[in-house]
């Protein structure tokens, strides 16, 4: 059974850094793209970030340059570290583990091909 926990989240100021972290377990970590997702209260859940199984990394637009996503498959372990944050950054913040090697041509607007999630963690960023 795939279990997958996101850490990290928190309060913080316009400008400043947070790092969140995921953990998965149940599956071949090593094998299978990993995701960042998030969602503002009345918004739809957008893809942040994803990694391939090879550390091919890809972003969205409005966190390009400033968060970087990272994975340790022998923690199985993914991170996303957010730099410069923004108010618009505010959102629950999603761990998904797809179900590939590789992420998915939608993965930045469609949570599909991400069959495993975690419950999710908050940032919330003041202005």
């Known amino acids: 059974q795939v279990q997958v926990v996101e850490s990290g989240g928190g309060l913080v100021q316009a400008g400043g850094s947070l790092r969140l972290s995921c953990t998965a377990s149940?599956?071949?970590?090593?094998?299978?793209?990993m995701g960042w997702f998030r969602q503002a209260p009345g918004k739809e859940r957008e893809g942040v970030s994803c990694?391939?199984?090879?550390?091919?990394?890809y972003y969205g637009d409005t966190v390009k340059g400033r968060f970087t996503i990272s994975r340790d498959n022998a923690k199985n372990t993914l991170y996303l570290q957010m730099n410069s944050l923004k108010p618009e950054d505010t959102a629950m913040y999603y761990c998904?583990?797809?179900?590939?090697?590789?992420?998915?041509?939608?993965?930045?607007?469609?949570?599909?091909?991400?069959?495993?999630w975690g419950q999710g963690t908050q940032v919330t960023v003041s202005s």
């Open positions: 998904a583990a797809s179900s590939s090697a590789y992420c998915p041509a939608s993965w930045s607007s469609s949570v599909m091909g991400f069959p495993y």
């Open positions: 149940g599956l071949s970590f090593d094998g299978y793209a």
């Open positions: 990694i391939r199984w090879d550390f091919r990394t």
